[in-house]
């Protein structure tokens, strides 16, 4: 059981039998009042998000949430399917509506944790750090630093990325799937 004030992101808790993400914490003390928790979760089964607030009599428990590794194969029409690496055999499809945000870093062979709730997966997490090939890129211009010297290209799993203005087609580059920041250059086309 965990007390209000321990709730930090990241943290799975239990509401109406249902596993909940906290994604934001903020702990408020007011004049003359008691202290709560003010929370942003989301529903790791609807992938609803919400805000609520926590007092010091509320009963939280903590959800057993199991990590597996996962390996994605393919997307086809809001299916996407998956794999165990160790038994490629065994293969499940899980809904768009549970991946949320991170389709857009989605590509087939990537390793990621599959999140389980009573045998059940409800969510992925993908590596903090990918590689992913240059698809499309503007060409850089000399002298075009007006716009920071930056420009937009698309990776291979579809998602559009900033990246300083060097980076070519078929350049590969790793990039941060948490916030979608280009990180480096891995290999130069």
Same mark, same amino acid.
């Given at each position: 059981?965990?007390? &209000? ?8 808790? #239990? ?6 993400? /906290?994604?934001? !914490? *903020?702990?408020?003390?007011?004049? $003359? ?22 007092? $010091? %009599?509320?009963? #939280? ?12 194969? !393919?997307? =086809?029409? %809001?299916? =996407?399917?998956?794999? !165990? ?8 499809? #899980?809904?768009?509506?549970?991946? $949320? @945000?991170?389709?857009? !870093?989605?590509?087939? @062979? ?7 709730? %009573?045998?059940?997966? /409800? ?17 850089? #211009? ?7 010297? @930056?420009? *937009? ?8 990325? %900033?990246?300083?203005?060097?980076? *070519? /087609? ?5 990039? @941060?799937?948490?916030?979608?920041? &280009?990180?480096?250059? /891995?290999?130069?086309?």
């Amino acid at each position: 059981m965990l007390s &209000y004030n321990e709730l930090k992101p990241g943290t799975f808790i #239990i509401l109406e039998d249902k596993p909940w993400e /906290v994604l934001e !914490y *903020a702990f408020l003390r007011m004049q $003359q009042r008691k202290p709560v928790s003010k929370t942003k979760i989301r529903n790791m089964v609807t992938g609803a998000v919400q805000d609520r607030t926590f007092h $010091q %009599n509320d009963s #939280i428990y903590e959800a057993e949430i199991e990590k597996k590794d996962l390996k994605y194969l !393919y997307g =086809h029409r %809001n299916e =996407h399917w998956f794999c !165990y690496p160790i038994d490629p055999s065994k293969r499940f499809k #899980i809904e768009e509506e549970r991946l $949320q @945000n991170q389709l857009g !870093y989605l590509k087939p @062979n990537i390793i990621l944790t599959a999140l389980t709730f %009573n045998g059940e997966v /409800v969510g992925i997490k993908l590596p903090i750090k990918a590689e992913y090939k240059v698809t499309d890129a503007p060409p850089a #211009i000399k002298g075009d630093t007006a716009s920071g010297g @930056n420009k *937009a290209v698309t990776i291979e799993s579809g998602a559009k990325v %900033n990246v300083p203005l060097f980076i *070519a /087609v078929h350049d590969i580059i790793r990039v @941060n799937t948490e916030t979608g920041a &280009y990180v480096e250059r /891995v290999e130069k086309a």
